[in-house]
Every structure is written in structure tokens, then in C-alpha cells.
């Protein structure tokens, strides 16, 4: 097994990671686009982990120049840890499996931001479609500056290997959704900023509300659950869990998912927490995620 300085001196400076399931023409034009704008460079690795597709993604993986993960099953988000574990990078770039960097100046930018704030520990990339446009979402700024951000969008964004790797990559159990916020929090918790670039684009080809209804209610019910429980104090605890569970029962009605619902419910309730509660002081920084999760602010939002 090889040491942490091992993995320094083999000379990588950038990983990058990306997860597949089943999306062969997705992975394939991320990969296209990773060799090319990274072409030549020595100091970079792409490596790309399989959640055991059946459609054929395997076989063009092993018929590529780059480092393969090949999972037997589909384990959702912690399919990425096993990418993590064997990166060699002093940082890791991750996207999803239809997420690439505009061009090599994004990664030199990010790369040299790390390399001269040490305080920084993830910086969040602008992410954009295709065509251009932004794909703006609660977790950044709404803006084009330079600044701190409470989050980050998990199809694209740089984070320091050593950091990731003390809080423990990504957490496992959440399969899908609302893995940012707690790498986020994690990130925040250790003394680091998270920084959002817009000069760090990053195309991202698909969209989040692409996915089944099912699991756009369950995972961000039974997740946030656990968040809210691990990271709140009374009487904003709550609050905040009343607010959600409201929030997710007017979803579930609205796509007809009611026992996915309480099948959520009884998980995020269901199982210990270990208490980690946010220090007041990084309790503003978070506000959008509390917001996000406050029926009060929820209505508001729609008058």
C-alpha cells in the first residue's frame, strides 16, 4: 500500500474522477473531452469509475488511455470513493459522467488558486450548459465574482485530496443527492473556504430533474433527515425537520410518490446519528440550505 508520500512523489498534481452508470454516449464524450484538453500533460490523471453498467460503457473503458474503477453493482455516490482512494493528485477535480471543463485554463486557474491559498480548501466551478448558459442553482452565488460560496455543485468542482480524504470522501450511505452539503459542511468545519470561480466553467450536458420522480423525493427527504439531525441544535432542529417534512409531503403528492415518501421518513428517522453540531458562527455562511428547508421561507418564495 502506498504511503502519502508515495502519492506525492509520483508527480501528479490533478486527478480528475467521474462516475458512469449505464450512459456509454455520455461517458464517452466526457472522456473525448478530458484526453483533449489535457493532452500532454503528465501531471494529470483521468480516472473514471463504473457502477456496473450493462451497456457496453465497460469495453469502451478497458479500450481507453485512462485509469478504470470497474464496480460490480451500482452503489451510487460511493462508486466515487473507490476513485478517490487510488488518486494520486494533490487535488481532485470531479464531475459527473455528462460534465467536462471548458478548456485547460480552467484547471490551470484552479490549480494555481489552490497552490496559492492554502485557506482554500474546494473552489466550485461555474457550471453552464452546452450553449452557454448558466446553470445557476441555490448552492452558489447567482453571479459572475470571484467569492466564497456556502456550496458547491457536484458535477464540477476542485477540492484538496488530503482534505476530501480526512472527512471522508463522500459520504457512502446517501447513494444519490445531498452529498455536496455535507462535504460541504465537512470542508467548512475544518478551518478551509470554499471559493466559487467563474473563471473555473465547467459544461454540464444534463440536468438534475432528468431523473426519476422516485428519487427526486426520497434521497432529499431521507438525506436531509440526516443532516438536519447531525448538524442542528434545538429549537432550529425542530423547526427545521417539521419543515421538511412538509416540504417533501407536498412533493410526493404532487408526482404521486407518497410511499417512497414515508419509506424516507421512516429511514431518516430510523437510524443513529452521530452529532456533529455546526458551530454557531458558521451558521450564517449556511443559510441557503436552511432556507431551502424552512417552510416559512419556501411560501415566502412563492408569493
Not at 30 to 44: C, F, G, H, P
Not at 85 to 94: A, D, R
Not at 198 to 208: D, K, M, N, Q, S
Not at 233 to 260: H, K, M, T
Request: proline content about 4%.
Amino acid at each position: 500500500m502506498k504511503t502519502e508520500a508515495d502519492v506525492i512523489s509520483d508527480g501528479i498534481k490533478l486527478s480528475i474522477v467521474f462516475l458512469n452508470y449505464n450512459r456509454q454516449s455520455e461517458t464517452r464524450q466526457t472522456v473525448e473531452q478530458l484526453k483533449k484538453i489535457t493532452a500532454n500533460r503528465r501531471d494529470i490523471e483521468i480516472i473514471a469509475v463504473d457502477n456496473g453498467s450493462s451497456d457496453g460503457t465497460v469495453n469502451y473503458l478497458k479500450q481507453q488511455n485512462v485509469i478504470s474503477v470497474l464496480l460490480a453493482d451500482n452503489s451510487g455516490i460511493a462508486g466515487y470513493n473507490k476513485g478517490f482512494e487510488i488518486t494520486k493528485g494533490e487535488y481532485i477535480l470531479v464531475l459527473d459522467d455528462d460534465s467536462s471543463p471548458a478548456d485547460v485554463d480552467c484547471i490551470d486557474k484552479a490549480i494555481e488558486s489552490l497552490d496559492q491559498n492554502s485557506d482554500i480548501g474546494l473552489i466550485a466551478c461555474h457550471i453552464e450548459t452546452p450553449d452557454g448558459k448558466a446553470q445557476w442553482s441555490w448552492h452558489l452565488p447567482c453571479h459572475y465574482l470571484r467569492c466564497r460560496s456556502p456550496f458547491f455543485v457536484g458535477c464540477g468542482f476542485f477540492i484538496r485530496r488530503e482534505l476530501f480524504k480526512k472527512i471522508g470522501w463522500y459520504p457512502e450511505d446517501f447513494f444519490l443527492y445531498q452529498n455536496e452539503i455535507e462535504v460541504s459542511f465537512q470542508v467548512r468545519m475544518q478551518g478551509f473556504d470554499i471559493i466559487y470561480d467563474p473563471a473555473c466553467i465547467v459544461i454540464h450536458r444534463g440536468f438534475p430533474n432528468q431523473r426519476a420522480h422516485w428519487r427526486r423525493i426520497f434521497f432529499p427527504t431521507r438525506n436531509t433527515l440526516w443532516l438536519l439531525r447531525k448538524y442542528y441544535r434545538q429549537p432550529w432542529l425542530s423547526y427545521l425537520i417539521i419543515s421538511r417534512l412538509l416540504i417533501g409531503f407536498v412533493r410526493a403528492l404532487q408526482f404521486g410518490e407518497l410511499n417512497c415518501y414515508f419509506n424516507a421518513v421512516y429511514q431518516g428517522f430510523n437510524r443513529q446519528v452521530k452529532k456533529d453540531l455546526l458551530p454557531s458562527d458558521l451558521l450564517p455562511i449556511f443559510s441557503p440550505f436552511f432556507k431551502q428547508n424552512s417552510i416559512i421561507h419556501q411560501l415566502l418564495d412563492k408569493i
